[in-house]
């Protein structure tokens, strides 16, 4: 797959794309995409015939919202369910970092988006079917599943990140919002003390590839370009943009080119956010000059929209900042890490969920410690719950059980104060001073000085329910629940019982 027109075919040979003919970019668009996100499995749903719009003019919605989907996103597989993706991505970060200096993007000399080229104050970006996503947006939001590029003035490093922006002054500008703390901010701030502006360019349709890297941390000093081209194990294709000189998507569907002057500002917001909350900036924020508009012939605009979960990016987040955070635990030597992740319910930031095997006192503490500081983990994380091996760190009610069977409130809640939080946290009352956020570690193993003697658990071993299942197998037929894990050893049998998990 080459560009998103290529994904879209693939995942419509998986039976996992539905076309939406009709819809309103005025709030119905948001809708349905909402409604879709709550079945059981979310289709990528294509937009088309949009009102106001010609045909051909389209948007995206759902695309990494799916095992199956983010499999073929990152060339992984397209059978794989939940659990195999959890297990595929495992490791997979710190492969993608170690390798990403070996997949340098490839500059080529021309691509698909310069079919249409619009210069200066005749871009328009609203002849593109930009949605009012939500029913008390403050505008429509362009810049949900974009990709913003920017680069450092001192090391050249490109940083890819996805920030969300309102189209302003009727579709002539959008606004920017970098969050703090983020490469693309440290970039921006960079250029602005040095000339008051800061070169910019913005794709706002590829391969949701693209997406997935930009909205999530990537280690610092490793560009996402070269990071995208590691997890699909070839470089990725660019153009030198003609004017910032930074090197745009070849795949792209629409991309604006310019600058971001640091003191041209207007209001933005509200707008639904990731955290289930509208938020919105109560000072002026900055507003893209642009100076070149490219787009492709039937453009394909990629919306994400974020909202109360589950939403159109959470289920990608989780799958894929989970697998971050493990690694991140074994690359700083936390032993015996058996799993994490980061829940839905907190957009796949706020909770997260840390399974170890216990070797000795202080581990359990260690691992929460580390995992919510580390840098895929470092921004807004709110609870940190370190589990046992037999819990089933992605089972929340099965982390819910061990918080109120293995946790002393006393004892085993631990606070770290004044972490890197987030203005779109509704908790955040000044938004004026700094956006720090307080955290708490939850210890829910079993006390490690009782560990032996701590009480067995209730339920059936693993190789017992195994029998069963398969003498009954015609009983449970149509039952959908994973069966306990063959990778169970028999020494950890004698001290574990995993049982059924998620039925």
Same mark, same amino acid.
């Given at each position: 797959m080459r560009d998103?027109?290529?994904?879209?075919?693939?995942?419509?040979?998986?039976?996992?794309?539905?076309?939406?003919?009709g819809a309103d970019w005025d709030l119905e668009i948001g809708g349905i995409s909402e409604l879709n996100y709550r079945r059981r499995r979310p289709a990528a749903l294509l937009f088309d015939h949009i009102k106001g719009y010609p045909p051909g003019y389209r948007v995206l919605t759902g695309a990494v919202a799916s095992p199956r989907r983010i499999g073929a996103t990152l060339r992984m597989g397209t059978d794989l369910t939940d659990r195999e993706l959890v297990e595929a991505l495992r490791g997979k970060p710190l492969e993608w970092e170690r390798t990403a200096p070996e997949f340098e993007p490839v500059?080529?000399?021309?691509?698909?988006?310069?079919?249409?080229?619009?210069?200066?104050?005749?871009?328009?970006?609203?002849?593109?079917?930009?949605?009012?996503?939500? /029913?008390?947006?403050?505008?429509?939001?362009?810049?949900?599943?974009?990709?913003?590029l920017t680069c450092d003035p001192e090391t050249g490093i490109v940083n890819g990140?996805?920030?969300?922006?309102?189209?302003?002054?009727?579709?002539?500008?959008?606004?920017?919002?970098?969050?703090?703390?983020?490469?693309?901010?440290?970039?921006?701030?960079?250029?602005?003390?040095?000339?008051?502006?800061?070169?910019?360019?913005?794709?706002?349709?590829?391969?949701?590839?693209l997406f997935m890297v930009a909205a999530t941390e990537v280690p610092t000093d490793v560009c996402e370009l070269n990071y995208a081209g590691a997890m699909i194990g070839r470089p990725l294709e660019v153009v030198r943009g003609p004017v910032t000189g930074l090197p745009l998507p070849a795949s792209s569907e629409i991309v604006i080119e310019g600058w971001l002057p640091k003191d041209n500002r207007a209001p933005e917001g509200p707008f639904g956010e990731w955290t289930g909350y509208y938020s919105g900036s109560t000072q002026p924020i900055?507003?893209?000059?642009?100076?070149?508009?490219?787009?492709?012939?039937?453009?394909?605009?990629?919306?994400?929209?974020?909202?109360?979960?589950?939403?159109?990016?959470?289920?990608?987040r989780a799958a894929l900042k989970s697998a971050m955070i493990q690694d991140a635990l074994v690359k700083a030597g936390i032993p015996e890490v058996r799993g994490v992740w980061a829940h839905e319910c907190g957009g796949g930031r706020m909770l997260l969920a840390v399974s170890i095997k216990q070797r000795y006192c202080g581990h359990s503490r260690q691992?929460?410690?580390?995992?919510?500081?580390?840098?895929? &983990?470092?921004?807004?994380?709110?609870?940190?719950?370190?589990?046992? /091996?037999?819990?089933?760190?992605?089972?929340?009610?099965?982390?819910?059980?061990?918080?109120?069977?293995?946790?002393?409130?006393?004892?085993?809640?631990?606070?770290?104060?004044?972490?890197?939080?987030?203005?779109?946290?509704?908790?955040?009352?000044?938004?004026?001073?700094?956006?720090?956020?307080?955290?708490?570690?939850?210890? &829910?193993?079993k006390p490690f000085e009782r560990i032996r003697e701590f009480p067995?658990?209730?339920?059936?071993?693993?190789?017992?329910?195994?029998?069963?299942?398969?003498?009954?197998?015609?009983?449970?037929?149509?039952?959908?629940?994973?069966?306990?894990?063959?990778?169970?050893?028999?020494?950890?049998?004698?001290?574990v019982s995993q049982g059924l998990q998620g039925m």
């Open positions: 998103l027109r290529e994904w879209l075919s693939a995942v419509d040979e998986l039976g996992e794309l539905q076309r939406v003919d500059e080529v000399e021309t691509a698909p988006l310069f079919e249409n080229v619009i210069e200066g104050l005749d871009a328009d970006l609203l002849r593109f079917p930009v949605p009012r996503w939500h /029913e008390h947006d403050g505008g429509r939001y362009i810049g949900t599943g974009c990709m913003v990140g996805a920030y969300r922006m309102m189209v302003q002054q009727d579709g002539r500008t959008a606004s920017v919002m970098p969050v703090p703390g983020k490469h693309g901010h440290q970039h921006i701030t960079k250029w602005w003390d040095r000339q008051g502006r800061a070169p910019i360019a913005i794709s706002f349709g590829h391969d949701p590839l900055p507003l893209v000059d642009i100076q070149r508009l490219y787009f492709r012939n039937d453009p394909i605009l990629l919306g994400s929209p974020p909202s109360k979960p589950p939403h159109d990016y959470s289920y990608m691992a929460g410690y580390v995992a919510a500081q580390c840098q895929p &983990a470092a921004y807004m994380v709110r609870y940190v719950i370190v589990v046992d /091996e037999d819990i089933d760190p992605t089972n929340l009610e099965d982390v819910m059980w061990a918080v109120c069977t293995r946790s002393d409130p006393g004892e085993d809640i631990d606070i770290m104060r004044k972490s890197w939080g987030s203005r779109a946290d509704p908790l955040l009352e000044n938004r004026q001073r700094p956006p720090y956020n307080t955290r708490a570690l939850i210890d &829910a193993c067995r658990v209730a339920q059936a071993s693993p190789e017992f329910l195994r029998q069963v299942h398969e003498k009954w197998r015609e009983l449970f037929a149509d039952a959908r629940f994973p069966l306990p894990s063959e990778a169970l050893s028999s020494a950890e049998a004698d001290t």
